[in-house]
């Protein structure tokens, strides 16, 4: 079975950093883009960063830019988004993503077929 299990959440002040988690079960994701997206209280879900199937593309959006990271585990089922300054409009449910038939990164949401169920970032003094 093909899952993916979001960690790495929590309550953080602004400024701080945290890194997230994306672990894969049932593939691996060096064959796969990768992505990560954020919902927001009464938002839509939006494309924070994703990477290409072999890597050599990421896409930031504007507003983490500067302040994140996407890489991947050497054991091909990790990829981890650390973010950095963390701000309160960086709050949210962040959700991974794959498909196992995307290689190309996206940000748009569409194009994915297997999330996880996400992991819950709150940004407060």
């Known amino acids: 079975q093909v899952q993916l299990v979001e960690s790495g959440g929590g309550l953080v002040k602004p400024g701080g950093s945290l890194t997230l988690v994306c672990e894969a079960s049932?593939?691996?994701?060096?064959?796969?883009?990768v992505g990560w997206f954020r919902q927001a209280p009464g938002k839509e879900r939006e494309g924070v960063a994703c990477?290409?199937?072999?890597?050599?593309?990421?896409f930031y959006e504007d507003a983490v830019k500067g302040r994140a990271t996407l890489s991947r585990g050497d054991d091909k089922r990790r990829i981890y988004l650390q973010v950095n300054d963390l701000k309160p409009d960086d709050a949210g449910v962040y959700f991974c993503?794959?498909?196992?038939?995307?290689?190309?990164?996206?940000?748009?949401?569409?194009?994915?077929?297997?999330w996880g169920r996400g992991t819950r970032v709150t940004v407060s003094p």
């Open positions: 993503a794959s498909d196992l038939y995307l290689q190309t990164c996206n940000p748009s949401s569409f194009h994915y077929g297997t």
């Open positions: 049932g593939f691996t994701l060096d064959r796969h883009a």
């Open positions: 990477m290409s199937s072999s890597s050599d593309y990421i």
